[in-house]
C-alpha cells in the first residue's frame, strides 16, 4: 500500500472542511479518510439528502478550488480529496504489470470514473450496479448474477 503525501495546505482544507460539515449538525455519517472527507446520506430522507447535498455543496466548493483539491458527488454522498484519484492509482499500477498482463477495474460509482477512463484500452473496465447510468466503462454488469458469472468466469480465464 501507498500513500501520498498531501501537502500541508490540503490537510489544512480537509481538516476545516470537516469542521465546517460537523458545525452543520446534521444527523449523517461523516466519515475522515486519511485525504478525505466524506458526507453519506444515503438512506437518508429525500429532504435531508437534498439539504445536504445543497449546504454541503456550497460549503465544500471553495476548498476544492484549491490546487490538488478535488470534489466529487457520488451516489449517496459527497468527498473533498486531496492528492490522488483512483485513475493515478490504476495507472500507478500499470506501470508495475508486465505488458499484456490481464487488468480489469470494476466500479460502481462515479468515484470510478477516473479509473474506468486510466485504464483504456490496457484492460476491461466494468460498471456493476443494478440501474445503468452514462459511464466510461466498456462494460455494464448487474449484481450479484452478472458480477458472479463475471468474476467466475475471469477466475479460469487468468488461470
Known amino acids: 500500500m501507498e500513500r501520498e503525501a498531501l501537502h500541508a495546505e490540503q490537510t489544512e482544507a480537509l481538516h476545516a472542511a470537516r ?10 455519517r461523516v466519515e475522515e479518510k486519511w485525504n478525505a472527507v466524506v458526507l453519506h446520506w444515503r438512506g ?3 429532504g435531508l ?15 476544492a478550488a484549491l490546487p490538488g483539491m478535488s470534489l466529487l458527488v457520488f451516489d449517496g454522498g459527497i468527498e473533498l480529496r486531496g492528492g490522488r ?3 493515478d492509482a490504476v495507472r500507478l499500477l500499470l506501470q508495475s504489470l508486465p ?17 474506468f477512463e486510466a ?4 484492460g476491461l473496465s ?23 458469472a ?3 468466469r475471469w477466475h479460469r480465464a487468468i488461470r
Open 150 to 152: 463475471f468474476l467466475e
Open 119 to 122: 485504464l483504456g484500452e490496457e
Open 19 to 28: 469542521q465546517a460539515i460537523e458545525e452543520l449538525d446534521m444527523p449523517l
Open 44 to 46: 437518508a430522507s429525500r
Open 126 to 148: 466494468v460498471l456493476v450496479r443494478r440501474i445503468w447510468r452514462p459511464t466510461a466503462a466498456q462494460v455494464w454488469l448487474r449484481p450479484p448474477a452478472g458480477l458472479r
Open 85 to 87: 484519484n483512483k485513475g
Open 49 to 63: 439528502a437534498e439539504s445536504a447535498r445543497k449546504r454541503t455543496g456550497e460549503i465544500l466548493t471553495p476548498f
Open 99 to 115: 505488458v499484456g498482463a490481464p487488468a480489469a477495474y470494476l466500479g460502481d460509482d462515479t468515484t470510478d470514473e477516473d479509473a
